[in-house]
């Protein structure tokens, strides 16, 4: 299960909401889109 943003329009939409043989945006069509994985916690030092 994945989460992906599209890159036109910028809305959210998991993986079963879309076309699974397109991989389209199902709001506007839109062939760009990011994958947003689930957020990792990784240890991020600033300095
Ligand atoms: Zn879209």
Do not use: H
């Not at 890159?7 to 991989?23: I, L």
């Not at 389209?24 to 600033?46: A, D, E, M, N």
């Amino acid at each position: 299960m994945g989460l992906y943003i599209c890159w036109k329009c910028n809305k959210q939409f998991k993986s079963e909401e879309m076309a699974a043989a397109t991989s389209r945006c199902p709001y506007c069509g839109s062939k760009v889109l990011f994958k947003q994985t689930p957020p990792i916690l990784k240890k991020v030092s600033s300095d």
